[in-house]
């Protein structure tokens, strides 16, 4: 196996740093490249964002149906219910920890 001499991530920043890019974006690229998604295993537990109460996401067992995979390929599939909610204050604008 060949060996290199930069990581993936020192890649992807020198790639970010070429074509100038905002900080925002290039987090955001970094993100998406580097961390890997969490996928759950066949009958794990996952939580996905519900938009109608911000505060109780859905909890749902894999069963690797296309739902589940749809989920998935949208980023919304989480590990924790804290991630759930999260994501769904961030899809439906609303912010602050003490909101509620």
Not at 7 to 28: F, K
Not at 42 to 50: E, T
Not at 66 to 91: S, W
Request: hydrophobic share 35%; proline share 3%; with cysteine.
């Amino acid at each position: 196996m060949k060996k290199y001499k930069h990581t993936v991530r020192q890649v992807i920043i020198s790639w970010i740093r070429d074509n100038n890019l905002e900080n925002d974006r290039a987090v955001e690229i970094l993100k998406e490249t580097v961390e890997e998604k969490w996928r759950p295993k066949m009958n794990d537990k996952y939580f996905c964002p519900n938009v109608n109460d911000a505060f109780y996401p859905y909890s749902e067992c894999w069963a690797n149906y296309n739902v589940d995979n749809f989920r998935l390929k949208h980023n919304l599939v989480f590990k924790t219910k804290k991630e759930a909610v999260a994501r769904t204050k961030e899809l439906l604008g609303i912010g602050g920890e003490n909101e509620k």
